[in-house]
Structure formats: structure tokens, C-alpha cells
DNA sequence: TTTTTTATGATAGTGTTACTATTTTTTTAA
DNA sequence: TTAAAAAAATAGTAACACTATCATAAAAAA
């Protein structure tokens, strides 16, 4: 059996949807992997519509601004990471290992082989929120993007963290700063791991076990505390 | 006696040294009001030229561009908190003090009168420091940029920060890690209230009290466990 | 004091970015 | 088969991110 996963996404992240025609899923699959291979300030729609043969006034209208497409492809993430955890939670009794396998999920890479996903890269998008996922809620435009509830998936997945973390110690006083302490860490350690090694004791690590590693510690530390 | 704090810039962040003039000081000072008034996607030199009546080529021959005066002005914040840092620690020889110390300069919002610094505002630095601070690094050059030493001060900071933990307790195995995540964390979860406070536990508080709190239970639980 | 250097201002210019508008051609649906 | 919608082609604009040149004023050196 061949199972695709749709994610469905806010009508406020474009003005058409991209997923609904050849050239939409164009824009958002390259704009992806030309994010990643040039950063999001040097990309432009112009660059795009040449690598994908269109023009820019195409991609104009799929989405309103490069930023609105970096908007999309993060809350894909973060939905398709929701659904990966409501997957493999699904069948865990116990708290402590329920919290394990959303650490190990939101910090290992995903292979770049065989990709379950449609249109979109989960491996591309993974790269995409470790370089580039902080600039999608740090403008001065987020509480608009706020009250349009672009964010929701991100509050989503760290609600049901934190309600993991809560299950597993009633008494702990932080659970929704926890969680989003260990999301943003599960990236930014791997990013400074890459870029600012001194800042981590990762520096020699092939893979990511020591970051997983030391999330646990920093996770079931404080919940044992 | 009148004290003032002077902290020696890389040279590799300027073109002409803004200390060094009237000129100088204005792009910096005002440029960061200006950043943190209209933030720094919308910021351009024009602006700043216009606000403090000069030209833009006259603000080109201090610095190369946008992202190296952004650069000036965080550093300089990680500069002056590090000896801030050294400042206030200086006395202690409990090592559990000096760690709260730290929590505490690196997360409470420095008063907006009465500054001890020259030209550049500790205060506004600080708002710039949550609001901007990572698009220093999330760049595609920060390895050149690392290459020029620009990223010294905030791994200078971390470096102390994070020997202090092994003095606390030695065997802790992941020190560097712990002290960037606590660094990050006190500006993201100050972020995160103030904008989108479900990824928080602290949305009706008006200090930073707890904020603190939370930052302590995360650093003393990790080195207790 | 005079000369020289240096900083700034004034002005202009270039290629790119971030769009919007219009018109024509191609594709899809009724 | 016709009508509607989507895409392509083309053009245009204001702002952005610079670079270059020259005049002038102020500061520093001779």
C-alpha cells in the first residue's frame, strides 16, 4: 500500500494554491531547494522563475512575497513533524518513552532516500528550519501572521509536547517553555554544531546522537528535578 | 567619579571606525533606533541617512553594508555583557552564585535611564539583541564571517558562562551547550512572551522574574541530576 | 600661517529587487 | 465548440544596494 501524506495548509499563506496545479508545486518544490542552496535573503522570485523556466509574474501569483513562501514551506514542516508525532506516539503507553521519540524525531535528519511526501521535500524542509526557520517569526509583521494563525502549527506541536511533559510530571512548572526550549534547541545546537562549534560539545560528532543525548538530559533533568 | 565603559570593536566590522567621529557615532546610535523602530528587513541606509541628515554614500564609507552594521551592534551588546559579566562575578567565590549572577544580567531588561554606556544604548541593544540578534549568524557567509573573529564575543561569553558550569560541577557533560542554550533561551523566551506567548508559561507576567526562574530550574536541574 | 590631508556633502549613475499591469497565448472545463 | 481560466510575454515603476566623481570645509601637519 502507498500512503501519501497531505497536509493542509492555511489559505492565507497564497493566493492561489500551489498545490493545485503543475506549476504551483513547481514554485514551492524548487523554491525550496533554492532557498536552501542560496539563502533566503539572496533569493528572489526573479532567480526562481528563471531556474524553473516561468516568469516572476507567475509566482506572483501563487504567492505574495518570498516571505509568504518561506511561511508555507516552514508550517509544512512543522505539520508534517506534528504528524510524525501523533504517528509514533500513537501506540506508546508510557510518558517517559513517548518523550523520547519526539526528541529523537524533531532532532534526527531525515534521509534523503525515499521520501514519504508529495511534493515536498521533509529532508529539504528540515534544512530549510535550521538555516532559515527564525526568520519566519522574527519580523515586525508577526502579529499580524499571528492573528492569520500562521504559527499554529508550530503552537500545535508544542502543546502536545507539553501536554506529554505535564502527563509525565503534573507538578513541573514549565511545561510549554520546556518544550519550545527543546525545539529550538533540537536545531539551533545542530546549526551552531555546523557553523559554531565552540558553542556545543558536539564539535567532533558524525551524527546526532550526542544532541539527542543531550536534550534528554536537559528534558528528564529538569522533570526529575 | 564618572566611569566610561569603552569596548574594542573588530576592525574587520567597520570601514572608517564610527568611534572616531561625530558622523560615526550618529550611524550607530541612531541606526540602531532606527532598526529597532522599523527592524532591520526594512532598514536601509537611505533611511537612516534621511533621520540623520547626511548621505547615503556618506554612510557606505563606515560600513560595507546593512548586515556589517547589524553585526556592530550585536557584538558590541555581547561585548559589553561579557564584561558585565566578569564585572559582577568578580567577588563571588560561590560558583552557584555566580551562575545566578548571569541568569539574571543575561535576561533582565537593562533600565532605559541612566546609561552607563557612550554613545551606544545598552537598553536599546538589548531589544535589538531579541529581536535581530540571530539574523547575525543565519547568514551564508558565516564562515567568512566566523573567519573574521566577528562572532568572538558572543563565544567568549559562552566559553565563560560555560566554565563556570564545570566549576559548579565538573563532570557535567555538556557545558557549552547548556550555556548557549540558557544564552538563547533568555532571549527567545522573552521573544516568545512578548509575541506569541502559548510557546510560553509566562504570558500574564509583567517582569522577567520568572522567566528567570524558569532559566534557573533548567541550568540547576542539569547539573544536580 | 600656509599647505596638505582627510572627512563630508552633493550629485549622478547602475544593476537589481520587489513588485503591478496589460495583453496574448495556451490549457482546461462546460 | 465555446467560454473561462491559467500561464506566458512584455513592460513598467519605485525603491534598494551600492559605486564613482568632484567640490568644499575642517582638521592636522609642515
Not at 5 to 11: A, E, G
Not at 78 to 107: A, D, G, M, R
Not at 133 to 140: E, F
Request: aromatic share 14%; proline share 3%; hydrophobic share 35%.
Amino acid at each position: 500500500m502507498h500512503l501519501e501524506v497531505r497536509i493542509k495548509m492555511n489559505d492565507k499563506l497564497f493566493l492561489r494554491n500551489p498545490e493545485e496545479s503543475a506549476l504551483g508545486k513547481k514554485i514551492v518544490k524548487q523554491g525550496l531547494s533554492l532557498i536552501n542552496k542560496i539563502g533566503f535573503e539572496t533569493f528572489t522570485f526573479k532567480k526562481l522563475s528563471v531556474e524553473i523556466d516561468t516568469t516572476e509574474a507567475s509566482i506572483y501569483r501563487y504567492f505574495e512575497n518570498k516571505h509568504k513562501l518561506l511561511l508555507y514551506l516552514i508550517t509544512w514542516y512543522w505539520s508534517f513533524l506534528e504528524y510524525k508525532v501523533i504517528f509514533s506516539v500513537n501506540n506508546i503507553t508510557n510518558s517517559e518513552l513517548k518523550l523520547k521519540t519526539i526528541i529523537k524525531l524533531i532532532t534526527e535528519e531525515p534521509s534523503n532516500v525515499s521520501e514519504k511526501t508529495d511534493f515536498i521535500s521533509e529532508y529539504e524542509s528540515y534544512k530549510l528550519v535550521i538555516y532559515e526557520g527564525a526568520k519566519s517569526y522574527l519580523t515586525r509583521h508577526i502579529s499580524k501572521d499571528n492573528k492569520d494563525r500562521l504559527f499554529k502549527p508550530y503552537k500545535d506541536l508544542c502543546e502536545r509536547f507539553s501536554s506529554i511533559i505535564k502527563e509525565y510530571n503534573p507538578k513541573y512548572k514549565y511545561p510549554h517553555s520546556l518544550a519550545s526550549t527543546i525545539l529550538e534547541m533540537a536545531h539551533s545546537q545542530k546549526f551552531f554544531k555546523q557553523n559554531l562549534p565552540s558553542l556545543t560539545d558536539f564539535a567532533n560528532e558524525t551524527d546526532d546522537k550526542k544532541i539527542i543525548l543531550f536534550l534528554e538530559s536537559l528534558l528528564f533533568c529538569s522533570l526529575k528535578c
